[in-house]
């Protein structure tokens, strides 16, 4: 399955209140050949607030290739 596509049919048939929609993001990396979670930061209004955020901060903050994968997954809270 399309991972975009599940979000957009999330977006348009969720039923679920819109203002408890939040994003976090993982980054891993390779420490001795065994990929582990860096950290997690958020939460994030929209998915592509956490997108921006994982660019930016890959390209200021991290030696190239230390983050060897990140992972924006769906938070929802109950306010």
């Known amino acids: 399955?399309?991972?975009?596509?599940?979000?957009?049919?999330?977006?348009?048939?969720?039923?679920?209140?819109?203002?408890?929609?939040?994003w976090i993001v993982g980054l891993y990396n390779k420490y001795e050949g065994v990929e582990a979670l860096h950290r997690y930061f958020g939460p994030f209004?929209?998915?592509?607030?956490?997108?921006?955020?994982?660019?930016?901060?890959?390209?200021?903050?991290?030696?190239?290739?230390f983050i060897t994968r990140s992972k924006i997954f769906p938070l929802c809270e109950v306010v």
């Open 1 to 22: 399955m399309n991972k975009d596509a599940y979000y957009d049919w999330i977006d348009e048939n969720d039923t679920y209140p819109k203002h408890s929609h939040k």
């Open 45 to 65: 209004e929209t998915r592509e607030d956490a997108k921006v955020f994982i660019s930016h901060y890959k390209e200021e903050y991290v030696k190239p290739d």
